[in-house]
């Protein structure tokens, strides 16, 4: 009846069943069979995301033959029901992600079941631990999987604890803030398979007795922290089954050690994936001659130079990304080794000559990339990339008609194209097109009625060309455009009053992550965010399609707003929305209809020739930051209206014909005198001196993405206590030594006691 139990809960709390991953019925149902509800055979239950608490466990100690259990995304926040282990006895797979556990009496049940398997234990991670989990308190002798990964914990590593673990396999504690260097005991560690401490605070050497025996470690991953020295692979060379290195990261200062690898032999192990990013290297690693079984290569952001390693693609024949970013790369990529990559990135770099002209190149291209080169020539057809990134060169001629069928971003902004935007190509091709760059080139003509074919697009950039005509109204059908940059053009006529059907901004119901552009999300559309899926550990036949490094490229969008070019990147570009209109011939009055796209940040309709007054409607955009009318025919009032707008923090309507008082509630009070000039009616203008200067909120795009409101809870509450004490006992002495002032207090406190 353990089922039963649950199913009631279920259905008291569940309310709207469509949202949630619960079963409709398990009792009323007449399709059901109560006999199966005695289940005793069960051997794999999925109870995920039902806001499932830790009383409702004890209804499934019946089930004695579960081999996968998966409790993920619950509400399991304390501690968690320990049975005899012999009621699991024949459990091999826990899944607990995304509760909050918080104590270690999970890590007792789970080292004392003796059927668990480690590479089925699956991400185990955003559990809430508590600092003491550290405090080895419990028996660990058959623990053979931690991941710990994404917590806050700090501080230096547990040596004697950890080094206890004799049995362990995987160790992932990446994603933390643990300081201090690595435990040399580490190397007693002689089950490891996986070692992962990316993403700390770690630092110091890593001298060869930090890894761990050479017997079965497979992958190492001690990117993003700040070790320094040298480091030499000669260390790993007898380690025979690595198949993954992950060095480097932003923060480290590792340099490689290319001098006495030749003297060391030849290394046992047969790479899968090395990724070797801020490393400091002027010259690849001589041992990579003789690696004939790689699938991911990452050299990016390091000093290396001359021609492009095409022995690299030839000697591994299985290679599928290959990322050269930031180095200074030479010379010409036509003709590239035939390969069948599905990554190749090589931009900023020093690159000339054309584009690969052979259509069986781009064949099985996923992201393509050369921006930030010298490249010339035109572009080919048949470039079919989901990112196809050319910007910042000198491509010249006509955006081809063939290809593009199945890109997601296409930026080729910075080039000297030319021609119309031909119809043939939108008619054909960027149905799932999110982010679509033609800035900054010389592109002419009217903007394709077809246009409105593409039914994905986020932003749409065709800034700084020579477009002409009417702004089609077939723009306002793009319902969920967040960005859009028209300016710079020749557009003429009135603003379409139907582009307050465009959301900008005014949507989060689909999945943002694709339009942060972390490569990671369009490489890999199973779903799949792990760094290592354990389950696949040993099985990488299917490694391209699970494995995770972390993201090599976040594609950065430069907008104007707030009287700034601005980039947007990351999490932050997911936040920001606005429509720039400025520097074109656009006539006629501001559209009222524009006051309903509430949740647009920066509006720019400057530099035209618009005439009327500003709406009143304008007062309903709640989320503007960025408002710029200047430079227009504009008369009449500033509506007062607008100061209700709290997040309003540059405002200009510079040489317009204005007239009236210039509001100086809210934000108002913090602009200068600049937003106003070329306004010879307006009165009230601001003095400098008086004026308030905004306090500005610069949210940080880092790639770690910490909030910058955590607080330090015990810190806080000590700060504030010894504060309130010292504060009390100051007055106290100062009634003790002043006989006035003591008087003066007991008086008021009977005065208090009787008026009361």
């Not at 309310?15 to 794999?44: A, F, G, I, K, Y």
């Not at 504060?727 to 030594?737: E, S």
Request: charged letters at 15%; proline letters at 4%.
């Amino acid at each position: 009846m353990g089922l039963l139990e649950l199913k009631s809960f279920l259905k008291q709390e569940v309310v709207d069943v469509s949202d949630h991953d619960v079963l409709p019925s398990w009792v009323d149902d007449p399709r059901s069979d109560c006999c199966l509800l005695r289940l005793q055979q069960l051997e794999t239950l999925d109870l995920s995301g039902n806001g499932l608490t830790s009383s409702h466990l004890q209804s499934l100690m019946e089930l004695k033959s579960l081999k996968n259990l998966i409790l993920s995304c619950n509400s399991f926040n304390g501690s968690f029901p320990t049975p005899d282990a012999t009621n699991f006895s024949k459990l091999r797979n826990v899944v607990l992600h995304d509760n909050y556990l918080n104590s270690t009496e999970i890590l007792r049940l789970l080292g004392s079941l003796p059927s668990l398997r480690f590479d089925n234990f699956r991400k185990i991670g955003a559990i809430r631990f508590k600092q003491e989990l550290f405090q080895w308190e419990y028996s660990s002798k058959y623990l053979k999987a931690l991941y710990l990964a994404g917590n806050l914990f700090k501080g230096s590593l547990p040596v004697p604890g950890l080094c206890e673990l004799r049995r362990l396999q995987v160790l992932d504690i990446s994603h933390n803030r643990l300081e201090g260097t690595l435990p040399s005991c580490l190397s007693n560690l002689t089950s490891l398979k996986v070692l992962d401490v990316h993403d700390n605070l770690l630092s110091g050497s890593i001298t060869p007795h930090l890894i761990p025996s050479q017997k079965f470690l497979q992958f190492i991953d001690i990117s993003k922290n700040v070790f320094e020295g040298s480091f030499s692979f000669s260390s790993m060379f007898n380690h025979s089954k690595l198949e993954v290195i992950v060095l480097g990261g932003t923060t480290n200062k590792l340099q490689i050690d290319n001098d006495n690898q030749a003297g060391n032999g030849i290394p046992l192990f047969q790479l899968k994936v090395l990724q070797l990013s801020n490393c400091s290297m002027k010259n690849a690693p001589l041992f990579l001659l003789n690696q004939h079984r790689l699938i991911w290569v990452d050299i990016s952001h390091n000093k290396l130079s001359g021609a492009i390693p095409s022995w690299l693609l030839q000697n591994n024949t299985d290679l599928k990304f290959l990322n050269l970013r930031n180095n200074s790369f030479t010379g010409k990529l036509d003709p590239f080794p035939q390969h069948p990559l599905s990554t190749l990135e090589l931009g900023n770099n020093e690159f000339t000559g054309g584009l690969m002209t052979k259509e069986e190149f781009y064949a099985e291209m996923r992201i393509f990339d050369v921006s930030n080169n010298k490249m010339t020539g035109k572009i080919p057809n048949g470039i079919d990339a989901k990112v196809l990134l050319l910007q910042s060169n000198s491509f010249e001629g006509q955006i081809p008609c063939e290809g593009f069928f199945n890109a997601q971003v296409v930026d080729i902004s910075h080039n000297f194209l030319s021609g119309q935007a031909p119809s043939c190509l939108i008619s054909k091709a960027f149905s799932y097109v999110k982010l679509l760059n033609l800035r900054d080139n010389r592109l002419s003509g009217n903007i394709p009625a077809e246009i409105s074919f593409f039914p994905s697009l986020r932003i749409l950039l065709l800034g700084n060309n020579r477009f002409n005509g009417l702004i089609p109204r077939q723009l306002c059908q793009l319902r969920d455009i967040s960005i859009m940059d028209l300016s710079n053009n020749f557009f003429s006529g009135s603003i379409p009053s139907c582009l307050s059907n465009v959301s900008f901004g005014n949507y989060f119901s689909y999945s943002w992550g694709n339009l942060t552009f972390s490569y990671w999300n369009i490489r890999h559309e199973d779903g799949y965010s792990d760094l290592y899926p354990l389950v696949r550990l040993y099985d990488f036949t299917s490694f391209w399609d699970n494995v995770k490094l972390e993201d090599q490229y976040v594609f950065n969008i430069d907008f104007v707003t707030k009287n700034s070019l601005l980039s947007f990147k990351g999490n932050i570009l997911s936040y920001m929305s606005g429509l720039d209109l400025s520097c074109n011939n656009l006539t006629g009055a501001i559209p009222q209809s524009l006051g309903k796209l509430f949740s647009i940040r920066a509006l720019n309709l400057s530099h035209n020739h618009l005439t009327g007054h500003i709406p009143v409607s304008l007062s309903n955009l709640s989320q503007i930051e960025s408002l710029d009318f200047s430079y227009n025919n504009l008369s009449g009032r500033i509506p007062s209206e607008l100061g209700d707008l709290n997040f309003l923090a540059v405002f200009s309507v510079a040489h317009n014909n204005l007239s009236g008082r210039i509001p100086d509630k809210g934000q108002f009070a913090t602009f200068g005198i600049n937003s106003y000039k070329g306004n010879p009616f307006l009165n009230g203008l601001p003095s400098e001196k008086n004026r308030i200067k905004p306090v500005e909120i610069l949210l940080s795009s880092d790639e770690t993405e910490e909030k910058w409101y955590d607080i330090d809870r015990t810190f806080f509450i000590s700060s504030f206590v010894a504060t309130y004490g010292v504060f009390l006992l100051t007055f106290g002495a100062l009634l003790y030594i002043n006989p006035y002032w003591r008087r003066w207090w007991f008086r008021f406190i009977e005065n208090f006691i009787y008026s009361s």
